[in-house]
């Protein structure tokens, strides 16, 4: 079966390659695939978001003739939640500062935004929606709870990572190697639900 993950975001398309294992015998990003379409994700939740994503990829590739019987297009919309800014920046996360994706400015305004603020408690949230050809669809989120850092800490990650503090670990998202994170994200949540759910 083949996956096309409905991403450019080169971060995201690997971490969700290396959590699939041999789950499918070829996974490609969008620009693998050959399709260069730009989606306005500007539905009001995560799932909307990734609904949108999964749907309009999925048409074009299909127009495409990309896709045979069983195979799939997989979409997901992250967000951060934190509690005492009531759930934001949340379906907003990645134009939090500006438009653009702009990684810097979203976390300056996220620690800004807590200034002074007690409860630094938040979670990540993944909404993913994969639709197959001629089969049914599969819709799940997955979540992990932490706390907003006073700073940033680690090099790795990207997004958010390097301010979300997860207290098992002892360690923020960027702190972690790339495995330890696929062990324990939010991303690697939903996914196993979602391949639950094929199963």
Do not use: C
Request: glycine share 8%.
């Amino acid at each position: 079966m083949k996956l096309i993950i409905a991403s450019n975001n080169a971060h995201k398309i690997e971490e969700i390659k290396s959590m699939l294992g041999t789950k499918f015998a070829v996974v490609q990003g969008m620009a693998e695939a050959g399709i260069f379409i730009d989606v306005d994700e500007d539905a009001e939740t995560l799932t909307g978001n990734a609904r949108k994503k999964a749907e309009e990829i999925f048409a074009a590739a299909d127009g495409m003739g990309l896709l045979s019987h069983g195979d799939a297009v997989l979409a997901d919309d992250t967000g951060l939640l934190a509690d005492a800014l009531d759930g934001a920046p949340g379906v907003r996360s990645a134009r939090y500062a500006t438009e653009g994706h702009d990684d810097a400015a979203n976390r300056a305004k996220l620690l800004s935004e807590l200034t002074g603020v007690t409860d630094r408690a938040a979670h990540f949230a993944t909404a993913m929606v994969l639709i197959r050809k001629e089969m049914p669809e599969i819709e799940a989120v997955g979540r992990v709870y932490g706390e907003i850092t006073r700073e940033e800490r680690g090099e790795n990650g990207f997004g958010y990572d390097s301010l979300f503090y997860y207290q098992p670990m002892e360690k923020t998202f960027a702190e972690m190697t790339s495995e330890e994170k696929n062990q324990v994200s939010h991303r690697k949540n939903a996914l196993a639900l979602v391949l639950a759910a094929m199963e």
